[in-house]
Structures are given as C-alpha cells and as structure tokens.
C-alpha cells in the first residue's frame, strides 16, 4: 500500500511540475501576443498618418491643377476680350493702318 502512495505522490509531483512550466509558456505567450498587438497598432497609425499626409497632399495637387486650368481659361477670355475691346491690340493694329493709308 505504501508503494501506491507513494507512485500516486510522484504522479501528484510531476503533474504540479507540467502544470508550472504550462502557466510559464503560457504567461510568455501572452506577452509576445501584447507585443505583436503592439507593433501592429503603432503599424496602423504610422500607415494612417502617411495616408492623410498623401490625402493632404493629393488634394492640394488637384486644387493647384484645377486652379491653374481656370487661370489659363480666364486668362484667355481677357486676352481675346482686350484684343476685341477698345484700346485693344486689334484696336491699335487697325488704327496704325489706317493713319498709314
């Protein structure tokens, strides 16, 4: 009898000493877990941050173009208008070429 308790002990012993080391691989699993969530979150934000700055940056791009379009297109209109208007170019040309005939 003696001998199955004391085999029972050794198992109780063995088993307290896998459930120990159990506790220690899982404890350190948690923290490579915290760890990688970590990375992953400061990941996130840094992707973030350049996306907006991109966004930022694309939007100003695209408002520069379209204003330079509308520039050139005002541009243009008054170009055409003083050439037609009085004291236009096409104003002075027919002026100098009639005092010439």
């Known amino acids: 009898m003696t001998t199955i308790v004391t085999d029972h002990e050794d198992r109780i012993k063995a088993l ?12 350190s699993v ?14 996130e934000n840094t992707v973030l941050t350049v996306s907006q700055n ?12 379209f204003d330079l379009k509308k520039t050139k297109t005002i541009s243009r209109k008054e170009i055409i ?15 100098a070429i009639l005092k010439f005939l």
């Open 16 to 27: 307290e000493i896998n459930y120990s080391n159990l506790v220690g691989e899982i404890s």
């Open 30 to 43: 948690k923290d490579e877990v915290t760890f990688v969530k970590t990375g992953q979150l400061r990941l």
């Open 54 to 65: 991109q966004n930022g940056l694309l939007n100003t791009l695209i408002a520069n173009t």
């Open 81 to 95: 208008i003083a050439g037609i208007g009085s004291g236009g170019i096409l104003g002075i040309i027919v002026g």
